[in-house]
T-cell receptor
Framework: EDQVTQSPEALRLQEGESSSLNCSYTVSGLRGLFWYRQDPGKGPEFLFTLYSAGEEKEKERLKATLTKKESFLHITAPKPEDSATYLCAVANYGGSQGNLIFGKGTKLSVKP | DTGVSQNPRHKITKRGQNVTFRCDPISEHNRLYWYRQTLGQGPEFLTYFQNEAQLEKSRLLSDRFSAERPKGSFSTLEIQRTEQGDSAMYLC??????????????FGPGTRLLVL
């Protein structure tokens, strides 16, 4: 069964304390891996798409990487405004073209 | 580009009532998706459209749920005879597909439903 597991469930950081979020996946064939940010009571906001192992993408303090089994979202020198839930999702060749399979997310809190 | 919009943003209803939500996708996006999200969980796929055709429905979409996308523009999701278990955030997303690729889905703000 296709599955996405994110860890940790929650992460508390001090402002400026860098860390990484993990997304492990098991799918029949990866078409793409997506990272979204979700603020409370709002819809997910797109961050990155990764398609193949070894690929990396950066945006401000965020950097996403992809291997054959997992993806990492690295947060460098986070600020309080980076506090949010970060969702990982995959699209697979074995499944529907429309269906993204999401993990439960990592809730990040950055304290000043 | 104003993004995906959803109305209403909040809906409180009594068990047994029918509710309808609307989603307006990003203009020129030919694919439209509906997801449901409960507290502490990631979004779960319900159904999607390419233009006006409904191409897939999840087993989560019971016969009380129906979705339409007339003329391939906005979409509506109706829930008949609501149950307390239907309480959730209903998310709409849209994308542009040229066929064969893996396009990015852009989400709206969601409609939060509470069934009393």
């Amino acid at each position: 069964e296709d599955q996405v597991t994110q860890s940790p469930e929650a992460l508390r950081l001090q402002e400026g304390e860098s860390s990484s979020l993990n997304c492990s996946y098991t799918v029949s064939g990866l078409r793409g891996l997506f990272w979204y940010r979700q603020d409370p009571g709002k819809g997910p906001e797109f961050l990155f798409t990764l398609y193949s192992a070894g690929e990396e993408k950066e945006k401000e303090r965020l950097k996403a990487t992809l291997t054959k089994k997992e993806s990492f979202l690295h947060i460098t020198a986070p600020k309080p405004e980076d506090s949010a839930t970060y969702l990982c999702a995959v699209a697979n060749y074995g499944g529907s073209q429309g269906n993204l399979i999401f993990g439960k997310g990592t809730k990040l809190s950055v304290k000043p | 580009d104003t993004g995906v919009s959803q109305n209403p943003r909040h809906k409180i209803t009594k068990r047994g009532q029918n509710v309808t939500f609307r989603c307006d996708p990003i203009s020129e996006h030919n694919r439209l998706y509906w997801y449901r999200q409960t507290l502490g969980q990631g979004p779960e796929f319900l159904t999607y459209f390419q233009n006006e055709a409904q191409l897939e429905k999840s087993r989560l979409l019971s016969d009380r749920f129906s979705a339409e996308r007339p003329k391939g523009s906005f979409s509506t999701l109706e829930i008949q005879r609501t149950e307390q278990g239907d309480s959730a955030m209903y998310l709409c997303a849209s994308s542009f597909s040229r066929g064969g690729g893996t396009e990015t889905q852009y989400f709206g703000p969601g409609t939060r439903l509470l069934v009393l």
